[in-house]
């Protein structure tokens, strides 16, 4: 089955400054790859997401990248502020509407120094 | 729109016991997911279902298992409970394809 491995596993980044999330899968099939960004003692939040026909994709302060040659994709912050601290899962799916699951990294945890 | 909600949110149980949780998808969903949640294993996808079908199965044993109803609500069941199935159990609804929305989730102790 798939596998997906993160890094790093915590990442301690100046307010302001920018951070950079890796993930690479296993899967070659694999077309879907979301990021969820979890809050201490809250529901894992869908902040981006991107599939397999982009190789780039931008919300404001946020940007994912995916290089399906070498099967990695990253999540960029920039301009990061103190809310920006929590947990960030990346995540893959084969797709077909939710049906195959998807497979977590074991997340980063972000920390903004003020 | 409401979002995905989970009850109980908190749940205590003893070993042997079983255990039910519920979930509620945001409307319009059809397709609901489960995972289990705990700080070594992480995030591990337990089951998912569609119009009342499972689709899919993750890696767990048949002491997990679930069902859909026809409103798309859904349900898990966790039989003969372990120690180790101490996690927090979360469900995602979707509507379309892949974009799962979280609910906050049942944090169950088996003691």
Redesign the interface.
């Known amino acids: 089955g798939e596998n997906v491995e993160q890094h790093p596993s915590t990442l301690s980044v100046q307010e302001g400054d920018s951070a950079v999330i890796k993930c690479t899968y296993s899967d070659s099939a694999s077309n879907y790859f979301p990021w969820y960004k979890q809050e201490l003692g809250k529901r894992p939040q869908l902040i981006i997401d991107i599939r397999s026909n982009v190789g780039e994709k931008k919300d404001q302060r946020i940007a994912v990248t995916l290089n399906k040659t070498a099967k990695h994709f990253s999540l960029h912050i920039t301009e990061t502020q103190p809310e920006d601290s929590a947990v960030y899962f990346c995540a893959a799916s084969i797709g077909g509407g939710g049906a195959d699951g998807l497979t977590f990294g074991k997340g980063t945890h972000l920390i903004i120094q003020p | 729109k409401a979002g ?1 909600t989970q009850t109980p949110r908190y749940l205590i149980k003893t070993r042997g016991q079983q255990v039910t949780l519920s979930c509620s998808p945001i409307s319009g969903h059809r ?1 609901v ?1 489960w ?1 289990q949640q705990t700080p070594g294993q ?4 337990l ?2 279902y ?1 119009s009342e079908t499972q ?2 199965k ?2 767990f044993p048949g002491r997990f298992s679930g069902r859909q109803f026809s409103n798309s609500r859904s349900e898990m069941n966790v039989s003969t409970l372990e120690l180790g199935d101490s996690a927090l159990y ?1 469900c ?1 609804s ?1 509507l ?10 049942t944090r169950l102790t088996v003691t």
């Open positions: 995905v397709s997911s995972y992480g995030l591990q996808f089951f998912e569609f689709r899919n993750g890696n979360l995602a979707s379309v394809r892949d974009e799962q929305y979280f609910g906050p989730g």
